[in-house]
């Protein structure tokens, strides 16, 4: 397999009122076409940030970041962004917020009719075709999420980067989006890097778990290889030892990096 994603020696400062702060440093980090990446640790160990490098969205204070060979410099459509927060503009229905997307990627190489079809096959992807003309106000926030999933893959990125989409969704509607997710992927075959405060969902859904030391100077403290055969079961696993085995030791990792009061103040 190719390395789609290439994360060498990047470190992440900020300029803030009290002085410079480290939130990443010296990671290093391949990711392999078609590999599933969950990106866990505490709150403020820079799991955000790093996705954030991924995407353009943030340049490396050092170090270099690689696509496919190619410097990351800002963002591109070869990556597409799923934020917690669906993002969807209230105004527009379901259909024309993925058909925005589509528009601006690929408006001046299809016709009409062909963007159309490129929105509607995104909706049905994730089981939205009888939604496309509702507006977002009219939908359930499980269903929000979805068309969020549905105008990041019309984009057809090669990494799909994923920022704790389910992280405000009640636990039955996750656990569904999660076994969607897993059904979306398998059947396009997409490279996806998500960050994730779930151990339970690093396990299921992702071939490797990166997990991030605490911050300041955040940095890679240990990727675990999740070694369990495609497709997951939910149910199966939860009977599964190995996958009890798996959750145990990002658990051991967690709990072994938790803040101690003086490093919290």
Known sequence: MQSYVQIENAS???STRKGRFTALTGIDLNVEQGEFIALIGHSGCGKS?????????????????LLANKEIRGPGPERAVV??????????????????????V????????QLKARTRAALDLVGLAH?????????????????????ALAMEPKVLLMDE??????????????????????ATKSTVIMVTH???????LSDRIVMMTNGP???????????????????????????????????EFLYSRQMRPQEAA
Not at 106 to 113: L, T
Not at 131 to 151: C, H
């Open 83 to 104: 934020f917690q927060n669906h993002s969807l503009l209230p105004w527009l229905s379901a259909f024309d917020n993925v058909h925005l997307a589509v528009e601006k």
């Open 106 to 113: 690929f408006g001046g190489r299809e016709s009409k009719a």
């Open 49 to 65: 940030t790093l996705l954030n490098l991924v995407a353009g969205l943030l340049d490396a204070s050092d170090g270099v970041l």
């Open 12 to 14: 992440m400062v900020f």
């Open 217 to 251: 100077a955040a940095t890679i403290g240990e990727i675990l290889s999740v070694d369990l055969p495609r497709p997951r079961d939910r149910l199966a696993l939860a009977h599964d030892p190995h996958y009890h085995g798996l959750r145990s030791r990002v658990l």
């Open 165 to 186: 989409p389910f992280g405000a969704l009640d636990a039955l509607t996750r656990a569904h989006l999660q076994d969607e997710l897993m059904k979306i992927v398998a």
């Open 198 to 204: 779930d151990v339970d969902e690093a396990v299921l």
């Open 131 to 151: 939604a496309a003309a509702r507006l977002p106000g009219e939908i359930s926030g499980g269903m929000k999420q979805r068309v969020g999933i549905a105008r």
